[in-house]
């Protein structure tokens, strides 16, 4: 049996470890047992968790297996840790990462600090800029075939530390547990949902894709977010070419590269014209294409650049139509904004950040559900679709800040009522 203290764990980390799980949130594992169920026997489910990492003897329970559709009529498999194993997770996530990160190639941008996906969406554009051929790389069912033997050669570079390598060995054959309570074995493969997942996906691909590349074509800059990949090229001789090597350095990693939503792409600008069928492309929630713009003469041209994609958009408006409206009758506008603006923010945050008018169009949708609140709540106005709208522009001019898209410029003041004037024009009437 080993010794209780086999291993130097502090209880530190582990109280680190949690209070990073606490603020990512999720749902309950197999055990059902929620962050909130856990913490009510906060110091006793870490001493548990300590006391077993420390002495070698921690066993992570099965993970739950959920499918999650996906845009394309798909399901993508999701497993979600308990939450105690989250936990263990992140303390080894915490441990190994001083260890691999400095590693990374610098065009990869996911799970690293001080870099983020809007930094990879801004390399995009400048290289798109540059460069008139992209390869939009897309691996088939990546962390579900994560090839388990060269994901451990690939940490044994780095990873120094024996009981780390230990649990992480021990997950990677953790079996998932289906709704009616069955055991799928796992061979191969990282759970999407789990805490250490991340990590080791990033770490495989640095091998199979980052590193391999900068060996054999050291001009080829890329950026890569996860398995998200851009590839940019010279020609289109030369794309369709990166396209074959890439596919068989893949197939050597036993990855293997979807033909369907790979594709070639040129970013077509003003410089010339050039007959080819595909000119856009996804990457990381926004969408690279042709698009107008004006220099700074004032002259109109034909610009390659980001905007907010067509499905983060459906995202967007998904969850504005969940927003009860039922229940916003009962609140005040100062409540709904303290309970929406949070999210109103992250996504000006984010879509924001390049060609901020596209969003500004879509967080419209806000602002007419917000005028649904004024019909709801006021009786004199249930009739008046568009008088609603303006009862709601004259609140915005008193207080422009009370949303978080307000204060950023999307209010519904003269721009609607443009829009709607003959609608206008015909309640005044009838008034």
């Not at 992209?134 to 050669?153: P, R, S, T, Y």
């Not at 060996?215 to 074959?244: G, M, N, T, W």
């Not at 790979?262 to 080819?276: G, L």
């Not at 004032?298 to 958009?313: D, T, W, Y």
Request: aromatic share 10%; glycine share 4%.
């Amino acid at each position: 049996m080993k010794d209780a203290k086999s291993f130097e764990i502090s209880k530190q980390l582990v109280m680190e470890a949690f209070k990073k799980v606490k603020a990512n949130q999720g749902t309950s594992g197999v055990d059902d047992v929620s962050i909130m169920d856990f913490e009510q026997k906060l110091r006793n489910n870490l001493y548990k968790i300590w006391n077993r990492m420390s002495s070698g003897s921690y066993l992570p329970p099965p993970v739950k297996l959920v499918e999650i559709p996906k845009s394309d009529g798909g399901k993508r498999p999701l497993g979600i840790p308990t939450v105690a194993d989250r936990v263990a997770q992140m303390v080894v996530v915490m441990t190994i990462n001083p260890m691999i990160a400095p590693h990374f190639h610098e065009d990869s941008f996911a799970y690293q600090e001080k870099k983020s996906a809007l930094d990879a969406v801004a390399k995009a554009k400048e290289r798109c800029y540059l460069l008139h051929w992209v390869v939009d790389l897309d691996i088939k069912g990546f962390f579900d075939n994560i090839d388990h033997e060269l994901l451990i050669k690939a940490m044994e570079k780095h990873i120094k530390c024996p009981w780390s390598m230990m649990y992480i060995k021990r997950w990677l054959k953790v079996p998932y547990q289906l709704e009616d309570g069955t055991l799928v074995e796992r061979t191969k493969g990282v759970p999407q949902g789990s805490v250490i997942g991340p990590v080791l996906s990033n770490l495989f691909l640095h091998y199979a894709f980052d590193e391999w590349i900068k060996r054999a074509q050291p001009d080829i800059p890329f950026e890569r977010y996860a398995d998200d990949i851009i590839v940019h090229c010279v020609s289109e001789k030369q794309a369709r070419f990166l396209k074959r090597i890439i596919k068989g350095r893949l197939a050597d990693c036993k990855l293997e590269l979807s033909e369907a939503k790979t594709k070639i792409v040129y970013c077509k600008k003003n410089h010339r014209e050039i007959d080819f069928e595909c000119i856009s492309f996804d990457f990381l929630g926004y969408t690279f294409k042709p698009r107008k713009a004006l220099d700074l003469h004032g002259e109109m041209f034909l610009n390659f650049s980001p905007a907010i994609s067509k499905r983060a958009r459906t995202k967007i408006w998904s969850v504005v139509r969940k927003w009860n409206h039922g229940i916003w009758v009962q609140m005040t506008l100062e409540e709904i904004a303290s309970h929406i603006n949070p999210i109103i923010q992250g996504w000006i945050n984010y879509y924001g950040k390049f060609n901020a008018k596209e969003l500004k169009n879509v967080l419209m949708r806000v602002n007419m559900k917000l005028a649904r609140w004024v019909r709801n709540k006021f009786k004199g106005f249930r009739k008046f679709k568009v008088q609603s709208i303006h009862r709601l522009g004259d609140i915005a001019l008193t207080k422009p800040d009370l949303f978080a898209h307000w204060a950023w410029g999307v209010r519904p003041t003269a721009s609607l009522r443009n829009r709607n004037k003959l609608a206008i024009d015909r309640i005044r009437r009838a008034v």
